[in-house]
C-alpha cells in the first residue's frame, strides 16, 4: 500500500468515526403541550449519549415561579402505566417559572413508553401524589394525541 492510499483509509476510517460521534449528538426535540397554563412551554429533548443509554432533557417556560415539578413516563394502552425518569425525577422552577431536568436513562425506557409527562406539585413535595396537576405533555415514539 502507498502512502496515497494509506492517507485515504485513514481519512475514510477518521471521517467515519466523526461521523457516527456526531450522530450520537443528534437529538430529537419534542414540543410538549399544556392544557393546564395557556402560556406555558416545554420542549424535550431525547439523545443518544453513549450505547444504550439516552439523556431526556426538558426545559420549561412560563410555570409556576419557585414550584417543583416531576417527569414522569406514561402508557394508557393496553393499561395505564407510570413511571419517573431518572434517579432524582423532581426539579424546580426559578422566580420567573422557568426550569430544566435531565436524566439519563437505558435507551429500553425511552422506547416501552408512550408519553412523557411533567407534574406540578402545588404543596412544594415531588412525594406528595394526590394533589398533583399533569402540566405538560409529549408524545413518544410517533404517538399522536
Known sequence: MDFRTAAAAIAAALALSLSASYSWAAAEKIEMQSSLWEEAKGEASIK??????????????????????TVWFVNEQPRVDVQGVGQGNSFKTDRDGNGVFSAKVPSSEVEDWQKLEVAYHPEGDPRKLANLHIALIAELNGQTP
Open 48 to 69: 443518544d449519549v453513549e450505547s444504550g443509554t439516552k439523556e431526556i432533557t426538558i426545559e420549561v417556560e412560563n410555570m409556576v415561579p419557585d414550584s417543583v415539578f
